[in-house]
Each structure stands twice: as C-alpha cells, then as structure tokens.
C-alpha cells in the first residue's frame, strides 16, 4: 500500500505544521481537531505557516496554492480518517488523552490504516493496546519547525511491524524529513537523550556558581565547533519547557541540586518574564544575541 491520503490529529503548535509539510509535498492532508473552535485556528494558520515559508524556504506561489489545495479540515473523526493511509497523533502531551483518542480512532480508522504518534515524551508501548492494532503503530516524531529543523526520528516498540516501520521512514524521507531510525524504545529519543543532559549541565553550572553564561556557551562553541551552546539554545526551545523539564524531576526525586535548578531558573528567568528568543530575552538578548557577534569566540 502506497500511502497518499494522511490525516494529523490534533492541530496546535505541531500537529499543523506536521500537516502543512506533508500537504506541502503533495499529499492529500485533512487536519482533525476536536472542535470547531480549533480548525477555524488551524484554518487562519495557513497564512503563518505560507509566509514563513516563503521567506525560509523560497516556497513560490504556485507550490503554496497547491498546498492549500490539498490540506482539508474535519472535527468529525470517522470523516476525517475514512480515506486515511496514515493517521499521524499529535494530540496533547497527556496518556490519557492519548489513549482515549486511540480508543475512538480505532472504531472508526479503516483496517489498512497506520497510526503514528508524535509524542515527545511517551514511548509507543504504553499505547500500543490502545490502538488495536500494534503491529501497524509506531513513533514518528518531529522538531518544532519542521521546515526548517527537518528531523524525524521514528521508534517503533518490540511488536511494530519491520514492513511498516521501513514504509514510514520512506514517507518521512518523502515529506522532506531527515529520517533518523531507532532501533528500539528509547524514552527521550536520539535527540533529547543527546540534548537535556547537555542542557541540564549547562543549568548546574550556573547554579553552582562556576562559570557565567557567555563562558560556558564560548567553551561548548570552541571546543566541539558547535555553532550555538548550551544557554543559546535554551534561549531557542524555550526557558518555560527546561524549567517544566528540570521541575518535573526535582518534584519526583526530590534531588536538592534539581530543585535549587528549577527555583534559579524561576527566579532568574519566569519571574522576570525573560523567556528566551520569544520574549526577546532570556539569556541573550534578540535578535542580535551576543553569541553571534562576530568577535564572541575571541
Ligand atoms: N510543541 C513542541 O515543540 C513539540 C515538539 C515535538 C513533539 N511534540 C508533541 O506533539 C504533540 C502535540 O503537542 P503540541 O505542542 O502541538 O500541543 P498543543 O496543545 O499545541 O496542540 C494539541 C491540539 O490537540 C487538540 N486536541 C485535544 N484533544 C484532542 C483529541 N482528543 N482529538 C483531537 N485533537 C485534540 C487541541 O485542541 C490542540 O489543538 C504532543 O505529543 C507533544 O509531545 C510537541
């Protein structure tokens, strides 16, 4: 089965842009959403998402009729699936909001249909039931921004099919994706087992007093050649989701040094409403953050 009709669930901040990529590479994309509130929301995105693309990507106006021409919009979920090769899940980051989605996507998806989950933080096996249809389920999960940061990491769990999960690494290949295999469950994926500890690091070393910011990111920058750091790139994802991060672990742990990280974070940043590259500050300064200049690295 060649997949051509795809359905995303759910569209907020990624589900959309998870739909527009895919009806940009020309497949067929209806974008489901449990109210109508929602797809009126995803609707007015269109022009966002178009205007971004034309002024990143070079997108012309012939390639963005298209698009338009093949996203369609439905709140009713046997609808929206009725033709569907793919459902791809992007619904809120919550087990139980996902498994109950799964439930009703099941009574209605048709048999051939496969299902995957954008999930950033779960891992397919604590769904897999849900679906009813294991074999045909895995991950396939994208960065924020996807035109540009074109990451797919796809993790199927121990019952996925090998047939399937080949097929959705050359559809991910197929909507402009880098299509990054895992060869087992991992939670975190490749890029954010790679990633928070880095960033956690980072945090730990502000906490303790060791070095100020513009340091530690000039130290990652020169000695590995990377072009951003540590505290750059916090300021990128967003200092609200480290601190959700780094809060959820000293809540559960307890770990003195997790809790001293979040309450620095708190009151160094949120407190001041000094959120990252979206408020315009955080650790730098935008748009013109210091790690930039061309003499940061001297
Ligand atoms: N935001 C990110 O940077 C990012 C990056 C990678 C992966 N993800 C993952 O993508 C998923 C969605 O995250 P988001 O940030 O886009 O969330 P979001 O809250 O912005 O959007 C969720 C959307 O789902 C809709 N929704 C709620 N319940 C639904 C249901 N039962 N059926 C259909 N739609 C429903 C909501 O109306 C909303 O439009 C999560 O699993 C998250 O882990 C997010």
């Excluded at 994706?177 to 490749?190: D, S």
Aim: glycine residues 6%.
């Amino acid at each position: 089965m060649k997949i051509k009709n795809v359905t995303v669930a759910g569209s907020g901040v990624l589900g959309y842009q998870i739909a527009f990529q895919t009806a940009f590479k020309g497949f067929n994309v209806t974008v489901y959403d449990i109210n109508e509130e929602a797809i009126t929301k995803a609707q007015a995105k269109f022009e966002i998402l178009s205007k971004k693309y034309q002024e990143d990507l070079g997108a012309t106006p012939e390639q963005l009729k298209q698009t338009k021409a093949n996203l369609s919009y439905s709140s009713d979920l046997a609808q929206a699936t009725a033709q569907a090769d793919l459902v791809i899940e992007a619904v809120p980051e919550n087990l139980k909001i996902k498994i109950k989605f799964y439930n009703d996507l099941a009574e209605v998806a048709p048999v051939h249909t496969i299902f995957a989950t954008n999930s950033s933080t779960l891992i397919p096996s604590q769904i897999a039931e849900a679906t009813k249809r294991p074999k045909q389920f895995l991950a396939l999960h994208f960065a924020n921004e996807i035109g540009k940061h074109n990451t797919a990491e796809i993790m199927g769990h121990d019952h996925t099919d090998p047939a399937i999960f080949n097929q959705i690494v050359e559809f991910a290949t197929n909507i402009g994706m880098i299509a990054l295999p895992l060869h087992k469950e991992q939670p975190g994926y490749i890029l954010n087992t790679l990633l928070v500890p880095l960033l956690d690091a980072a945090t730990e070393l502000l906490v303790k007093e060791v070095a100020d910011a513009p340091t530690i990111d000039k130290t990652w920058m020169v000695a590995t050649g990377a072009p951003i750091g540590p505290c750059g790139i916090l300021d990128i994802i967003g200092i609200t989701t480290a601190y959700n991060i780094i809060k959820m672990t000293a809540d559960a742990t307890k770990d003195p040094l997790k809790l001293k990280m979040a309450a620095y974070l708190q009151k160094e940043f949120l407190d001041k409403n000094k959120l990252g590259v979206g408020t315009g500050e955080g650790f730098y300064t935008y748009p013109n953050p210091a790690f930039r200049a061309k003499d940061f690295l001297k």
